[in-house]
């Protein structure tokens, strides 16, 4: 618990603006910097000591059709295709979605492209995203960072007041209208008020063990989410006002990653600039692949997890103690939690490593990039790369019993029959530790199509929006990139749904 430097009963500090955005991540700055352009006095709060949230997490794709890039590689392509496709993304859980929401997500992504290549931001592609029926995808370039650093200066060049470190502990009502927030400020609390709303741009609550277990099951408590900070603190807030949260029990995970890299790699030290990123989108159109693909593998083995592929032609996955505690084949992410540092490792022999050195046989692939394989992670990942002439040698360098380890392979060995590839062959192979994650989850708070957010009783709670992740509203964002989409594009038309009332409030005045 924060202790506050206010003493109790005494009023806190307050600060007055026109509208007040908790959350710097996608949504987050989209909505600030709109707001701000369209003439709102705009501060904008962040827990974290920087911006980005879950953007700093993520590959950097997004899908949008009639774009630059589609028009360039003569695609014919329409909001309606796109629409439909949605569906067939979500597929058995099609009937849950929020149609709605889906038609403004359609209409809005080629403005969305053309809005974020203003600020700064290169895109390659269009990739292929299968059941996408044409190539929508856009990776963005040098990396995910460009995403944070274009959209915070373009609310610094708008006038938004970002303060970080600024952990929101409260939502502040006034005759049922919210009307601000109290703030923990480096162990100060301020009251934030908001003229013309509250805008909630805090994420999902894919590291929320309690909302976790609530709409999931225990075991789903126990896995971490891949961004720490996404702990569901906007719906938290929402749901003490009688807010209620849609499609809390989809959630995606637990999948396997490779544990992040302890330093960063030269993509990752790349600036996000745009002169930096068009050289690198001229590299990917015109080198060869085999001067451009080192570079890739540097992105690829970074960000991404095992392709299961690993476990059905032989790998098997060991725990710190060199002991095999699951099936592989049969939901291995489920049975991380109870493993000694819920971490384990992929331990495979040359003759799987042979057979994982080329096409069809990948570790990791990033649709519409590249693949990697056993010879990139050893080049690229040697901090999860391990190699001994025997297994007594793995397990020295993997620091786990040796004698735990020969037992283990032999037992399996033994068990397998021909169902699987036995693990004979020197040298032996380790990748790891790799880790579970729920990478999102889908609930977010019930909106309406001007993102306010509606309480269970189906009555708006006056002053209070909702965007991005937290106001995912019943949503379904399957297929890669859609997450992004929604985040920038709710965040923007919030705040211009926003500035119009002001504009109309001011008319009738």
Same mark, same amino acid.
């Given at each position: 618990?924060?202790?506050?430097?206010?003493?109790?009963?005494?009023?806190?500090?307050? @600060?007055?603006?026109?509208?007040?955005? =908790?959350?710097?991540?996608?949504?987050?700055?989209?909505?600030?910097?709109?707001?701000?352009?369209?003439?709102?006095?705009?501060?904008?709060?962040?827990?974290?000591?920087?911006?980005?949230?879950?953007?700093?997490?993520?590959?950097?794709?997004?899908?949008?059709?009639?774009?630059?890039?589609? @028009?360039?590689?003569?695609?014919?392509?329409?909001?309606?295709?796109?629409?439909?496709?949605?569906?067939?993304?979500?597929?058995?859980?099609?009937?849950?979605?929020?149609?709605?929401?889906?038609?403004?997500?359609?209409?809005?992504?080629?403005?969305?492209?053309?809005?974020?290549?203003?600020?700064? @931001?290169?895109?390659?592609?269009?990739?292929?995203?299968?059941?996408?029926?044409?190539?929508?995808?856009?990776?963005? =370039?040098?990396?995910?960072?460009?995403?944070?650093?274009?959209?915070?200066?373009?609310?610094?060049?708008?006038?938004?007041?970002?303060?970080?470190?600024?952990?929101?502990?409260?939502?502040?009502?006034?005759?049922?209208?919210?009307?601000?927030?109290?703030?923990?400020?480096?162990?100060?609390?301020?009251?934030?008020?908001?003229?013309?709303?509250?805008?909630?741009?805090?994420?999902?609550?894919?590291?929320?063990?309690?909302?976790?277990?609530?709409?999931?099951?225990?075991?789903?408590?126990?896995?971490?989410?891949v961004a720490p900070t996404s702990t569901g603190d906007g719906h938290r807030m929402a749901i003490?006002?009688?807010?209620?949260?849609?499609?809390?029990?989809?959630?995606?995970?637990?999948?396997?990653?490779?544990?992040?890299?302890?330093?960063?790699?030269?993509?990752?030290?790349?600036?996000?600039?745009?002169?930096?990123?068009?050289?690198?989108?001229?590299?990917?159109?015109?080198?060869?692949?085999?001067?451009?693909?080192?570079?890739?593998?540097?992105?690829?083995?970074?960000?991404?997890?095992?392709?299961?592929?690993?476990?059905?032609?032989?790998?098997?996955? =060991?725990?710190?103690?060199?002991? +095999?505690?699951?099936?592989?084949?049969?939901?291995?992410?489920?049975?991380?939690?109870?493993?000694?540092?819920?971490?384990?490792?992929?331990?495979?022999?040359?003759?799987?490593?042979?057979?994982?050195?080329?096409?069809?046989?990948?570790?990791?692939?990033?649709?519409?990039?590249?693949?990697?394989?056993?010879?990139?992670? +050893? +080049?690229?990942?040697?901090d999860i790369f391990a190699e001994a002439p025997d297994l007594a040698g793995l397990a020295e360098?993997?620091?786990?019993?040796?004698?735990?380890?020969?037992?283990?392979?032999?037992?399996?060995?033994?068990?397998?029959?021909?169902?699987?590839?036995?693990?004979?062959?020197?040298?032996?192979?380790?990748?790891?530790?790799? +880790?579970?994650?729920?990478?999102?989850?889908?609930?977010?708070?019930?909106?309406?199509?001007?993102?306010?957010? @509606?309480?269970?009783?189906?009555?708006?709670?006056?002053?209070?929006?909702? =965007?991005?992740?937290?106001?995912?509203?019943?949503?379904?964002?399957?297929?890669?990139?859609?997450?992004?989409?929604?985040?920038?594009?709710?965040?923007?038309?919030?705040?211009?749904?926003?500035?119009?009332?002001?504009?109309?409030?001011?008319?009738?005045?």
């Amino acid at each position: 618990m924060t202790t506050m430097a206010t003493p109790a009963g005494a009023p806190p500090e307050t @600060i007055e603006t026109d509208l007040l955005v =908790v959350g710097a991540g996608a949504s987050g700055l989209a909505a600030a910097s709109e707001a701000a352009r369209l003439g709102l006095r705009t501060i904008l709060l962040e827990k974290a000591d920087g911006t980005g949230g879950m953007m700093n997490w993520c590959v950097g794709t997004v899908t949008a059709v009639n774009t630059p890039h589609q @028009i360039a590689a003569g695609i014919a392509d329409s909001v309606e295709a796109h629409f439909e496709d949605l569906g067939h993304h979500a597929g058995g859980l099609a009937p849950r979605d929020n149609l709605r929401l889906r038609r403004i997500l359609v209409d809005h992504t080629t403005e969305m492209v053309d809005w974020l290549t203003r600020l700064g @931001i290169v895109f390659t592609g269009p990739m292929p995203d299968p059941p996408h029926r044409a190539p929508r995808m856009l990776n963005v =370039v040098p990396s995910s960072a460009a995403f944070a650093y274009h959209l915070e200066r373009a609310c610094r060049r708008q006038g938004v007041e970002i303060r970080l470190g600024t952990r929101i502990e409260r939502l502040v009502t006034e005759n049922g209208r919210v009307v601000g927030a109290d703030a923990d400020t480096g162990g100060t609390v301020r009251r934030f008020v908001a003229r013309h709303g509250v805008i909630l741009a805090t994420g999902d609550f894919s590291a929320a063990a309690d909302f976790k277990r609530t709409f999931s099951s225990p075991a789903m408590a126990e896995v971490d989410g891949v961004a720490p900070t996404s702990t569901g603190d906007g719906h938290r807030m929402a749901i003490a006002l009688g807010a209620e949260v849609l499609n809390g029990d989809i959630i995606r995970g637990p999948i396997l990653r490779f544990v992040p890299p302890t330093r960063r790699n030269l993509i990752q030290r790349l600036p996000p600039l745009r002169p930096v990123a068009h050289l690198i989108a001229w590299a990917t159109r015109t080198l060869p692949q085999v001067v451009l693909r080192p570079f890739l593998m540097k992105f690829l083995t970074t960000v991404l997890g095992p392709s299961p592929a690993l476990f059905k032609e032989g790998a098997v996955l =060991v725990n710190r103690a060199g002991r +095999r505690f699951t099936d592989e084949l049969s939901s291995p992410a489920k049975a991380f939690a109870d493993q000694p540092g819920k971490d384990a490792y992929i331990v495979f022999d040359q003759h799987l490593a042979t057979k994982f050195s080329g096409w069809p046989y990948f570790v990791s692939t990033a649709p519409g990039i590249a693949y990697a394989y056993v010879d990139d992670y +050893r +080049r690229c990942r040697p901090d999860i790369f391990a190699e001994a002439p025997d297994l007594a040698g793995l397990a020295e360098r993997l620091g786990m019993p040796a004698t735990a380890l020969a037992e283990t392979i032999a037992a399996h060995n033994a068990a397998l029959g021909a169902a699987r590839p036995q693990i004979r062959t020197g040298p032996f192979y380790a990748l790891g530790p790799v +880790r579970t994650y729920v990478v999102f989850t889908e609930g977010g708070l019930r909106i309406d199509e001007t993102f306010a957010v @509606i309480g269970a009783d189906g009555v708006r709670i006056p002053g209070l929006y909702a =965007v991005g992740s937290v106001g995912q509203g019943g949503l379904l964002l399957e297929g890669h990139g859609h997450h992004l989409d929604w985040a920038f594009i709710s965040g923007r038309l919030c705040a211009r749904h926003i500035a119009a009332q002001r504009t109309a409030a001011a008319a009738d005045r």
